[in-house]
């Protein structure tokens, strides 16, 4: 398994955005499909986005669709969640995962289950 660390949480306004980036150890990662996920205080943990290997296809939760772009850098062993118009709902501690078991061939589950998780950055948009 991967280990995963994120970073680039923060506070921002209402409209404004954030990136955030997912490190992972290790030397496989590009065989890694890769999911972003989040928890708001005293709700479950809930997809957000997913990247197979390879970064061909992206996949996104409804909420944010059109506004959330994630991508992966395979000579970085990085993961990022580019995240724009970002709303007070989106608040939420944000959770990077890996997972190797999750796609095989065409076949691709973005929204797992994962394996590997990182500990979490936390995110707070104001209003």
């Known amino acids: 398994q991967v280990q995963l660390v994120e970073s680039g949480g923060g506070l921002v306004q209402a409209g404004g955005s954030l990136r955030l980036s997912c490190a992972a150890s290790?030397?496989?990662?590009?065989?890694?499909?890769m999911g972003w996920f989040r928890q708001a205080p005293g709700k479950e943990r809930v997809f957000v986005a997913g990247i197979p290997n390879g970064g061909s296809v992206t996949y996104y939760a409804d909420a944010v669709k059109g506004r959330f772009a994630i991508a992966r850098d395979d000579a970085k062993n990085t993961v990022y969640l580019q995240m724009n118009m970002l709303k007070p709902e989106d608040t939420a501690v944000y959770y990077c995962?890996?997972?190797?078991?999750?796609?095989?061939?065409?076949?691709?589950?973005?929204?797992?289950?994962?394996?590997?998780w990182g500990q979490g950055t936390q995110v707070t948009v104001s209003s």
């Open positions: 290790g030397r496989t990662f590009s065989s890694y499909a």
């Open positions: 995962a890996g997972d190797r078991s999750i796609v095989s061939g065409s076949t691709w589950y973005p929204r797992g289950p994962f394996a590997s």
